[in-house]
Antibody, heavy 116, light 110 residues
Framework: QVQLQESGPGLVKPSETLSLTCTVSGLPISNYYWGWVRQAPGKGLEWIGYIYDSGDVNYNPSLKSRVTILRDMSKSQLSLRLSPVTDADTAVYYC??????????WGQGTLVSVSS | EIVLTQSPGTLSLSPGERATLSCRASQGLTGKYFSWYQQKPGQAPRLLFYSTSNRATGIPDRFSATGSGTDFTLSISTLEPEDFAVYYCQHYDPSPPTSTFGQGTKVEIK
């Protein structure tokens, strides 16, 4: 079955770059759509962006100027970069497989705190 | 930009009762890309329904979902202890490709 695992630093300084990796097993990432979603502490879910089977990407307009989503098919990994970060970017970051407009498979999430 | 508004914010019910959750869109949707999720503390969201009313794998049939246009509903016929959680609606708009979540409804034990 498909498994997703986020990884990356748990602490990032303000104005620096948040970099996360999502390792996917059980499915070829080249054949599916993938997304990133975040959740600030005690808050709701916020869509960050998609990367499609074509390699095209789409981002939340509110984050578009700061976010990059990439994929490395040889490693079966997705990556998320957000720069520069502020306190408001403190959140649990999830990667998820997209399909039928929804997200049927999720990683367990990784907490990233932005603090000096 | 589509805005999804969920109500109520919190629903206080007892096990065995029926729960009805609402999600209202700021403009009419086709429903093809409308989904519901359940999230428990410390866990990732779990997809319950996609395309408005298609139950995801492993979701018990006490859960049901309907809707069209601007009004969508998630129902839980008989609340089990494990159903107390936060529920989110979500819509994917393919043109341009964007995704929006509602703010969530917390179903808590009364």
């Amino acid at each position: 079955q498909v498994q997703l695992q986020e990884s990356g630093p748990g602490l990032v300084k303000p104005s620096e770059t948040l970099s996360l990796t999502c390792t996917v097993s059980g499915l070829p990432i080249s054949n599916y759509y993938w997304g990133w979603v975040r959740q600030a502490p005690g808050k709701g879910l916020e869509w960050i962006g998609y990367i499609y089977d074509s390699g095209d990407v789409n981002y939340n307009p509110s984050l578009k100027s700061r976010v990059t989503i990439l994929r490395d098919m040889s490693k079966s990994q997705l990556s998320l970069r957000l720069s520069p970060v502020t306190d408001a970017d403190t959140a649990v970051y999830y990667c998820a497989r997209a399909g039928n407009g929804g997200f049927p498979n999720w990683g367990q999430g990784t907490l990233v705190s932005v603090s000096s | 930009e589509i805005v999804l508004t969920q109500s109520p914010g919190t629903l206080s019910l007892s096990p065995g009762e029926r729960a009805t959750l609402s999600c209202r869109a700021s403009q009419g949707l086709t429903g093809k890309y409308f989904s519901w999720y359940q999230q428990k503390p410390g866990q990732a969201p779990r997809l319950l329904f996609y395309s408005t009313s298609n139950r995801a794998t492993g979701i018990p049939d006490r859960f049901s979902a309907t809707g069209s246009g601007t009004d969508f509903t998630l129902s839980i016929s008989t609340l089990e202890p494990e159903d107390f959680a936060v529920y989110y609606c979500q819509h994917y708009d393919p043109s341009p490709p964007t995704s929006t979540f509602g703010q969530g409804t917390k179903v808590e034990i009364k």
